[in-house]
């Protein structure tokens, strides 16, 4: 999707590690925000951010943290991955919430 | 939870027919937006209506909000087999958040 891009597309880890992963856009827009995608569920805000170094969280927040040290980039870390953050991690963007989003491409993350 | 909730969850049609999709939502809203999902993809906006607003159109989309009711429809007329996605409702409350309905998966057979 143009102008935001999402890092790794797809990605494999072991219970209890770590996993970062990177949204990054050339649109210079204000909000950024990370989903997950689970079947029967929708989508589901983890966090977001307004601006550097603001973010809140959303309504499944818990095990996920994130950090936005510039504007292009918005990065999701899973502190210790568990079976059930299993998802497809969706990044949007967006200038002003009230006129829509623009969404990544995802990244399936598979915790085993 | 203040999702919107999409029905039916599952529709499939005949390429020419028309489709249509309801949303549901719980509290009052200042916009109502719909979304394309096409497998293994992104979202992509469709169309936004606002809370003032009753009927909206886009090419071959129509879309209706009702807010004494709180529930919004999408119709897609003269469908196509590229219509072929899920399709999601995503309801926007004042703030910077939007929160999405399951989503209704439409199949268009050619």
């Known amino acids: 999707d143009a102008g935001i891009t999402q890092s790794p597309r797809h990605k494999v880890t072991e219970t209890g590690t770590p996993v970062t992963l990177r949204c990054h856009q050339t649109?210079?827009?204000?909000?950024m925000y990370w989903y997950r995608q689970d079947p029967g569920h929708g989508l589901r805000l983890i966090h977001y951010s307004y601006g550097v170094k603001d973010t809140d969280k959303g309504e499944v927040s818990d095990g996920y943290s994130v950090s936005r040290s510039k504007t292009e980039d918005f990065l999701l870390t899973l502190e210790s991955a568990t079976s059930s953050q299993t998802s497809v991690y969706f990044c949007?963007?967006?200038?002003?919430?009230?006129?829509?989003?623009?969404f990544g491409s995802g990244t399936r993350l598979t915790v085993v | 939870s203040q999702q919107g909730e999409e029905d039916p969850q599952a529709l499939s049609i005949q390429e020419g027919e028309n489709a249509t999709m309801n949303c549901s939502y719980k509290?009052?809203?200042?916009?109502l937006q719909w979304y394309r999902q096409n497998s293994g993809r992104g979202l992509v906006h469709l169309i936004l209506i606002r809370s003032n607003e009753r009927e909206k159109h886009s090419g071959r989309l129509r879309v209706t909000l009702d807010t004494s009711k709180k529930s919004s429809s999408l119709l897609i007329t003269a469908s196509r087999a590229a219509d072929t996605a899920s399709y999601f409702c995503a309801t926007v409350f004042t703030g910077n958040q939007f929160y999405f309905g399951t989503g209704t998966s439409l199949t268009v057979i050619p």
């Open positions: 649109e210079n827009h204000r909000y």
């Open positions: 949007a963007i967006s200038d002003d919430p009230q006129h829509g989003y623009t």
């Open positions: 509290t009052s809203i200042n916009n």
